[in-house]
């Protein structure tokens, strides 16, 4: 699957404008931290901390819930979902199709981060499934999302990426347009798509990749920002801008260790505020 990505329509330029973005950001995280939504979370188990406690930082709500007996009922409660396949197991699966069938029924955003796709065929299998129930967002690192776009050249370790978020732009274009969810690629660059649009912002900062589950705690952000009515692609915008700048001024916290980082990051997060993200994004071509 290859798309240009040169064919891409030029984004409105008030959406590609740092102040239009900016402003932007600061009206989602006001509404955010006043909604304080409900984020139902089936994600795995190395990330159930750092995901909750990302969320309580930002504004929102966390439940790790992931009985089979107990998901459909939850979701149908709740601001958004995000469903995370890290930690696979068949009966996961089966609570993950269900919840996101019972998300997609009533209309409740759902994320879907399709950690390590392509290593296995269980995963891949999942993620067919997963991507039938139409997730509003997938957020994934440069390697998961070409697995998952079906294009070639994937060259990930394990649930690390081995590609850049560059190499994967044309495969989340056409993701996006196949599958009528806005992608996300995360990396160095972090872009965001919804096939016709596409933005591309470059903070964050490299010990975010020394820190585990830094990805996964991103795509429950995108699902918190995506509660309530939202154009899914600027929600999503959104929520990479404010935590990659949470993430570049943590590095500046921190003493350059991953342990610091991580609690100077999730510190960063709570008192952020629209301004500094203003202040701070980095939008580049
Ligand atoms: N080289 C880099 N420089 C700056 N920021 C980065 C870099 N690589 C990743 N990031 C940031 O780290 C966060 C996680 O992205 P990453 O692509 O590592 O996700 P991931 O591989 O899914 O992580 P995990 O599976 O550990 O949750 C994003 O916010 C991204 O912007
Ligand atoms: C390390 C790891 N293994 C499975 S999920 C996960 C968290 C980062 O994706
Ligand atoms: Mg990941």
Same mark, same amino acid.
């Given at each position: 699957?290859?798309?240009?990505? @040169?064919?891409?329509?030029?984004?409105?330029?008030?959406?590609?404008?740092?102040?239009?973005?900016?402003?932007?950001?600061?009206?989602?995280?006001? =509404?955010?931290?006043?909604?304080?939504?409900?984020?139902?979370?089936?994600? &795995?188990?190395?990330?159930?901390?750092?995901?909750?406690?990302?969320?309580?930082?930002?504004?929102?709500?966390?439940?790790?819930?992931?009985?089979?007996?107990?998901?459909? +009922?939850?979701?149908?409660?709740?601001?958004?979902?995000?469903? &995370?396949?890290?930690?696979?197991?068949? /009966?996961?699966?089966?609570?993950?199709?269900?919840?996101?069938?019972?998300?997609?029924?009533?209309?409740? /955003?759902?994320?879907?981060?399709?950690?390590?796709?392509?290593?296995? @065929?269980?995963?891949?299998?999942?993620?067919?499934?997963?991507?039938?129930?139409? /997730?509003?967002?997938? *957020?994934?690192?440069?390697?998961?999302?070409?697995?998952?776009?079906?294009?070639?050249?994937?060259?990930?370790?394990?649930?690390?990426?081995?590609?850049?978020?560059? +190499?994967? *732009?044309?495969? =989340?274009?056409?993701?996006? #347009?196949?599958? %009528?969810?806005?992608?996300?690629?995360?990396?160095?660059?972090?872009?965001?798509?919804?096939?016709?649009?596409?933005?591309?912002?470059?903070?964050?900062?490299?010990?975010?990749?020394?820190? @585990?589950? @830094?990805?996964?705690?991103?795509?429950?952000?995108?699902?918190?920002?995506?509660?309530?009515?939202?154009?899914?692609?600027?929600?999503?915008?959104?929520?990479?801008?404010?935590?990659?700048?949470?993430?570049?001024?943590?590095?500046?916290?921190?003493?350059? %260790?991953?342990?610091?980082? #991580?609690?100077?990051?999730?510190? #960063?997060?709570?008192?952020? %505020?629209?301004?500094?993200?203003?202040?701070?994004?980095?939008?580049? /071509?």
């Amino acid at each position: 699957m290859t798309t240009d990505p @040169t064919s891409i329509p030029a984004i409105p330029a008030a959406a590609s404008d740092v102040a239009a973005i900016g402003a932007d950001v600061g009206r989602r995280l006001a =509404a955010l931290r006043l909604a304080r939504p409900l984020v139902h979370n089936i994600t &795995n188990y190395v990330a159930m901390d750092l995901s909750a406690n990302v969320l309580l930082a930002i504004g929102a709500s966390p439940a790790m819930v992931h009985a089979i007996e107990e998901v459909e +009922e939850f979701v149908a409660f709740s601001g958004a979902l995000v469903i &995370n396949i890290g930690t696979l197991s068949a /009966p996961w699966i089966d609570a993950m199709v269900a919840a996101a069938a019972a998300a997609r029924r009533k209309g409740i /955003p759902w994320v879907l981060d399709p950690v390590g796709a392509g290593a296995t @065929t269980l995963r891949d299998r999942a993620v067919a499934r997963l991507m039938a129930e139409k /997730p509003t967002v997938v *957020r994934g690192n440069a390697s998961e999302i070409l697995a998952v776009a079906g294009a070639a050249g994937a060259a990930a370790k394990g649930v690390d990426s081995g590609n850049s978020s560059d +190499e994967a *732009r044309a495969a =989340a274009v056409a993701l996006a #347009r196949a599958s %009528g969810a806005v992608v996300v690629v995360t990396g160095a660059v972090d872009v965001i798509t919804d096939g016709t649009r596409l933005v591309a912002l470059a903070d964050g900062d490299p010990l975010m990749t020394r820190v @585990t589950a @830094t990805g996964c705690a991103l795509s429950a952000v995108v699902a918190a920002f995506l509660a309530g009515p939202s154009d899914a692609f600027a929600a999503a915008v959104a929520a990479v801008a404010v935590y990659g700048v949470a993430g570049r001024l943590a590095a500046f916290d921190a003493d350059g %260790g991953p342990a610091t980082f #991580r609690t100077a990051f999730v510190d #960063r997060l709570a008192r952020i %505020g629209a301004e500094e993200v203003a202040f701070a994004v980095t939008v580049v /071509p």
